[in-house]
């Protein structure tokens, strides 16, 4: 009987130990994959912000001024000074 409990008690005591010994390497593992997530998320975002920016820069550059100026919702004073300013921005070579 007694050693029947020894026997179990040693088995129990050995998956301690073991599940104490894989645990710092199961921990690393899933910081090792969470970083790459991380990694690949964030280099989603910048291509998309990427390709956001060039269409913004496609149709700043197609606009004229006017309707540059316009689409902000300035005054009319405010939007007579844009335009001054970027046909100002525009004759500088």
């Given at each position: 009987?007694?050693?029947?409990?020894?026997?179990y008690w040693q088995v129990g005591a050995g998956m301690i130990a073991g599940a104490l010994m894989v645990t710092p390497f199961v921990y690393l593992y899933s910081?090792?994959?969470?970083r790459k997530v991380v990694a690949?998320?964030?280099?989603?975002?910048?291509?998309?912000?990427i390709n956001d920016?060039?269409?913004i820069n496609d149709q700043i550059t197609s606009d004229d001024a006017s309707s540059l100026c316009s689409s902000?919702?300035?005054?009319?004073?405010?939007?007579?000074?844009?335009?001054r300013r970027v046909q100002q921005t525009d004759a500088k070579p």
């Open positions: 009987m007694i050693a029947l409990l020894l026997r910081e090792s994959i969470t690949v998320e964030t280099l989603q975002k910048t291509i998309k912000i920016r060039s269409i902000l919702g300035l005054s009319d004073a405010d939007s007579i000074e844009c335009l």
